[in-house]
C-alpha cells in the first residue's frame, strides 16, 4: 500500500514540475549599448602604461560617446587591461662582391748538344670588388589588450590592438586612437540593434501627445 501511494505521489510530482523563477540576462550587445558612465581602470605592462591610460581616456572623451568618470562606484562600466611600448633599434647588415678570373698559358721547350729552343706564352686577368654596408633604425612599437565589464563583471566587449607608429602620429597615439575607433563602431552597432523602449498604448512613435486643456475649478 505505501509502495503503490508512493508511484502516485511520484507520478503527480512529474505531471506538475516545479517551476523556477526565470533569470532575465542581457546579451552583451544590449550591455554595450546601455553603458554610459564608463571609468578606466589602471593598467598593467610596463612603465608606459600610464600615459597609454591617459591617451585612451582622452580619445574616449572627445568620441563623445561615453561619459568618462574617475569615481569607479558611478560608471556602469569598466575598461581593465594592459598596455605595452618598446623601443629598439633593428641591425642591418648587407654585403655585395664581383669577381672575374681568367687566365691561360702555354709552354714548349726542345734542348740538344748544339742548339737550344724554348715557347712560353701566359696570359692573365682578374676583376674583384668587396663592398658592404650597415645601418641602424630606430622602431617604436605600442600594443595594448582591453576588455569592457558590466556592473556584474562580465565582459561585454574586449579588443587588441598594436601599431609601429603612424605617419602623422607616435604609435602610443595610434593605438588609443585604433581601440577608440573600434569600440565607437560596436557600440553605435549596438545601439542600432537595440530594442526601442516600451511606450503607452496611446503614444505613437514620432508624435508628441498634445497637452490635455485644464480643467476648470
Known amino acids: 500500500m505505501k509502495k503503490l501511494m508512493f508511484l502516485l505521489a511520484l507520478s503527480w510530482i512529474l505531471a506538475f514540475p516545479i517551476l523556477s523563477p526565470a533569470v532575465e540576462r542581457k546579451t552583451s550587445a544590449s550591455d554595450l549599448a546601455s553603458a554610459k558612465r564608463v571609468y578606466v581602470e589602471q593598467l598593467g605592462g610596463g612603465q608606459s602604461s600610464d600615459q597609454m591610460r591617459d591617451m585612451i581616456i582622452s580619445a574616449l572623451q572627445n568620441s563623445g560617446l561615453f561619459v568618462i568618470t574617475e569615481n569607479q562606484e558611478t560608471a556602469d562600466a569598466i575598461i581593465r587591461g594592459s598596455a ?40 692573365s686577368a682578374g676583376i674583384s670588388d668587396n663592398e658592404s654596408s650597415h645601418s641602424e633604425e630606430r622602431r617604436h612599437e605600442a600594443s595594448a589588450a582591453l576588455r569592457m565589464v558590466n556592473a556584474d563583471g562580465d565582459v561585454i566587449w574586449s579588443t587588441t590592438q598594436e601599431s609601429g607608429g603612424g605617419k602623422f602620429r607616435g604609435a602610443m597615439a595610434d593605438v588609443a586612437d585604433k581601440i577608440t575607433r573600434q569600440l565607437s563602431a560596436d557600440v553605435k552597432k549596438a545601439r542600432t540593434l537595440a530594442p526601442a523602449p516600451d511606450l503607452p498604448h496611446n503614444v505613437t512613435p514620432g508624435i508628441t501627445p498634445a497637452p490635455r486643456a485644464a480643467t476648470p475649478q
Open 84 to 123: 605595452d611600448d618598446k623601443i629598439f633599434t633593428e641591425n642591418h647588415t648587407t654585403s655585395d662582391s664581383i669577381g672575374l678570373h681568367t687566365g691561360s698559358g702555354s709552354g714548349s721547350s726542345s734542348h740538344n748538344f748544339s742548339s737550344g729552343t724554348s715557347d712560353h706564352k701566359s696570359l
